[in-house]
């Protein structure tokens, strides 16, 4: 089957560094996804990844494992507003989004 | 840019009417939209996949009568939720996929609340 997996929840402190995890299995793979949801709004979003390595957008950046079928988001500088469920997303074979159930992450000042 | 539009935001309706959901790409086109469903704390859940010009693709489990699926533009679809009931209370989301990639970029979601 194919499956997603991202801790349900995370906390840092405002001005830290914070990175969330995801692990997939896919059947097939046609990049990585990283979307931000505030609470009763809809995702936004953040990073593609394809290729293996690092993209760097601000104070977010993404890296990408395709052999280890692994990705992270990085978020530095933390601010209150990042307090968010972030999603990951992997566009399998048929380029359908697999969606995980999303981190929530808590920003304590 | 990449701008995706829903109207309308918030709707409340009694059991046993039709509601619809518009959902628009502003500033650009796009052959594919995609309709989520989230129930609260719960994670998106993927309803439909519709292509312009061709019937909607429902996933497992989805009413294909109940949930009327339109795509009759590059810039619009529709979702039409008929003989709505209280189990389907939900925030109802749209998202559109460029033509020259795959992001895809969401509307602002419709709170659907049927009494």
């Known amino acids: 089957g194919q499956n997603i997996d991202q801790p349900t929840e995370m906390t840092a402190t405002e001005g830290a560094i914070v990175q969330i995890n995801c692990t997939y299995q896919t059947s097939g793979f046609n990049g990585l996804f990283w979307y931000q949801q505030h609470a009763g709004e809809a995702p936004t979003f953040l990073s593609y990844?394809?290729l293996d390595g690092l993209e760097e957008k601000g104070r977010f950046s993404s890296f990408l494992s395709r052999s280890k079928g692994y990705s992270y988001l990085l978020l530095k500088e933390l601010q209150m507003k990042d307090s968010a469920s972030y999603l990951c997303?992997?566009?399998?074979?048929?380029?359908?989004?697999?969606w995980g159930a999303g981190t929530k992450l808590i920003i304590k000042p | 840019g990449a701008v995706v539009s829903q109207h309308p935001s918030w709707v409340i309706c009694k059991s046993g009417t039709s509601v619809k959901i518009e959902c628009r790409s502003l500033d650009f086109q796009a052959t594919t939209m995609f309709w989520y469903r989230q129930f609260p704390k719960q994670s998106l859940m993927l309803m439909a996949t519709?292509?312009?010009?061709?019937?909607?693709?429902?996933e497992q489990g989805v009413e294909k009568d109940k949930f009327l699926i339109n795509h009759a533009s590059l810039t619009l679809s529709t979702l039409t939720v008929t003989s709505a009931h209280p189990e389907d209370s939900s925030f109802y989301i749209c998202?559109?996929?460029?033509?020259?990639?795959?992001?895809?970029?969401f509307g602002p979601g419709t709170r659907l609340t049927v009494t």
């Open positions: 990844n394809v």
């Open positions: 998202s559109a996929r460029v033509l020259s990639g795959y992001e895809q970029y």
């Open positions: 997303a992997v566009m399998d074979s048929n380029y359908q989004l697999i």
């Open positions: 519709s292509n312009e010009g061709s019937k909607a693709t429902y």
